[in-house]
Each structure stands twice: as C-alpha cells, then as structure tokens.
C-alpha cells in the first residue's frame, strides 16, 4: 500500500535555528498538508497545498513556517526560527481527491526544541 | 466554523466486550466524517469515512460508524475489542468543499484490559 514518508522521524533543535522538516507524499496525489500534535493535545490543521501554492492555512502558520515542493516528490515544511513551543509532532498527508477519500498521514516527525 | 466533540477522553474495555466510542460534529452543511486510529509513536490510520448513502459505514478492522444526523453524531462501534486494538482514536470532519481542512477531535484513549 503506498504510503507517505517522513524524514526524520525525530529533530533535536535549538531554540532560534531553522528546521527543514521532510514528506515524501503518495505519488499521485496532488493535495498536501501539514498538520501538528502538540504532546497530549489534539492534532491541529497547519497548511494545505496544492497547485504549488498554499491554499489554506490556519493562524498557526505564521510568516515562521513556509512550504515548498521543491521537486516532483518532496514536500518540506521549514520553521525559520524555532521557539520552544514549536515543539511537537508534525504530521505530513496527502490526499488524491481534495480529502475526500480521507488523508493518507505520514507516521511524523518528532520536533524538539530545546 | 465546523468542530468535532468527543466527550470521553479515556475508556478500558476488558478483552472480548463491545465498543463505542462517540463523536458529535458540528457543521453547517452535510460534512465528511473519518475515524482515525494512532498507535502511540505512530501516525494516523484511517479507519473509516463517511460521505453520502448508507448511514453504517464499515472500516478496516472490524470497526464501523454510524452517522446520525438528527444527532449529528459519528460513533464509532466495534463488536468485540482485541488487545491490540489500544490505541488512540480521533474523529474528524472536513467541509464538503474546498481543500478539505479537517478538523478533529481531542482524541479517546483506548485501553483493553485481558
């Protein structure tokens, strides 16, 4: 079964760096999204994408967060300067039919910002 | 703004009894409803969706929902409950246009005691 992929599945990073966080989605889909679970929290709606532009994004993702899908396959999420509350699991999906058929999730990258 | 409640935040079942799990939505309009399942350290598996037609909708693992929308309710049933079934389980909902943002609840935490 396809799957998407995330790389890595865990980042260590200090407060003010920048953090590239990875996707690989499904490769006939054409609607990706970023999503975040802060520990012990609901999982919160970040971006959605399509078309190589946002269309979508929550008030979360501030002038801090960018997405790029740099080439045929990858869809990155960069945090420009990472705070500590930006630590959290940072989920990637892609859906073939604008969500319709429900999301295929990656299995997240784990961020932590110390 | 569409919404999704799920009241019981933790519930143990003993091995082999039956399930429900609920999930009042809030939306405007016919909205699509997902249950999803997250194994701790691992992402988001969708169990089943719900659009349009027969009100039971049947998923993977033996777990079906029904969508009452007098009650606007999607609980999510499971006849007899196996240990590997503890697990975290999410309902969500997304707009039925647009680039299907979903929104999910707070989770319920499954345990299931031999």
């Not at chain 1, 799957?3 to 989605?25: A, F």
């Not at chain 2, 009894?17 to 699509?32: I, V």
């Not at chain 2, 606007?72 to 039925?96: G, M």
Request: hydrophobic letters at 30%; charged letters at 20%.
């Amino acid at each position: 079964e396809p799957e998407v992929t995330q790389t890595p599945s865990h980042q260590v990073t200090q407060m003010g760096q920048e953090v590239i966080l990875r996707c690989v989605p499904i490769s006939n889909h054409l609607y990706f999204y970023w999503y975040r679970q802060i520990l012990g929290q609901k999982v919160e709606f970040l971006v959605s994408f399509y078309n190589n532009e946002i269309s979508e994004k929550s008030e979360i993702f501030d002038d801090q967060f960018s997405v790029e899908r740099p080439d045929g396959s990858n869809f990155t999420l960069k945090i420009r300067s990472t705070k500590l509350e930006d630590s959290a699991m940072y989920f990637c999906a892609s859906s073939g039919d604008r969500g319709r058929d429900g999301y295929t999730f990656g299995s997240g990258t784990r961020l932590t910002v110390v | 703004a569409q919404s999704v409640t799920q009241p019981d935040i933790h519930i143990t079942v003993s091995e082999g009894a039956s399930l429900e799990l609920r999930c009042n939505y809030s939306y405007g309009a016919t909205p699509y409803l997902f249950w999803y399942v997250q194994s701790p350290g691992q992402g988001l598996q969708l169990l089943l969706k719900y659009f349009s037609g027969d009100t039971l909708v049947q998923g993977i693992k033996g777990f079906e929902a029904e969508f009452k929308r007098s009650q606007s309710s999607f609980n999510l049933r499971k006849p007899s409950v196996h240990w590997s079934d503890a697990a975290e389980y999410f309902c969500a909902v997304s707009n039925s246009g647009g680039y299907q943002k979903v929104t999910f609840g707070t989770g319920t935490k499954l345990q299931v005691i031999p």
